[in-house]
């Protein structure tokens, strides 16, 4: 059966949660659409992050990604909210999410949002 666009990310117990170590993901395969021409946006994701308990499957990640191929998303918020759907999902230690936009109509966009866990968020 083929893969279909998700916004469900599925996880997987941290291996070495007494360590702190660095997952870094890159796709250069991301799409959305622009809200106000409804033009199609192309952008190289890069996600950082320190695991705490859990870690994010990949075939998941990228079928969440792909889910925003055909919704209409501002650069900023849609950086903001592929953080905010991580940090629900697996709670790391810290995650930062950087969305570099290609080139359209002259202009190219780079979108970074960070997330620390501290006493406040913790648990």
């Given at each position: ?50 695991p ?5 499957e ?42 570099e ?23």
């Amino acid at each position: 059966m083929p893969s279909a666009p998700s916004k469900s990310l599925d996880t997987f117990p941290n291996p070495k949660p007494e360590r702190d170590y660095e997952i870094d993901i890159r796709t250069p395969e991301f799409t959305c659409v622009c809200p106000v021409t409804g033009q199609p946006d192309f952008a190289h994701v890069h996600i950082r992050y320190v695991p705490d308990a859990l870690c994010v499957e990949l075939k998941s990640l990228k079928l969440y990604l792909w889910s925003y191929r055909n919704e209409g998303a501002y650069h900023e918020a849609v950086t903001n909210r592929i953080l905010d759907d991580l940090v629900a999902a697996i709670a790391p230690r810290r995650m930062t999410c950087t969305l570099e936009f290609l080139v359209r109509g002259g202009i190219s966009t780079t979108v970074t949002a960070t997330y620390e866990k501290n006493a406040e968020n913790a648990g």
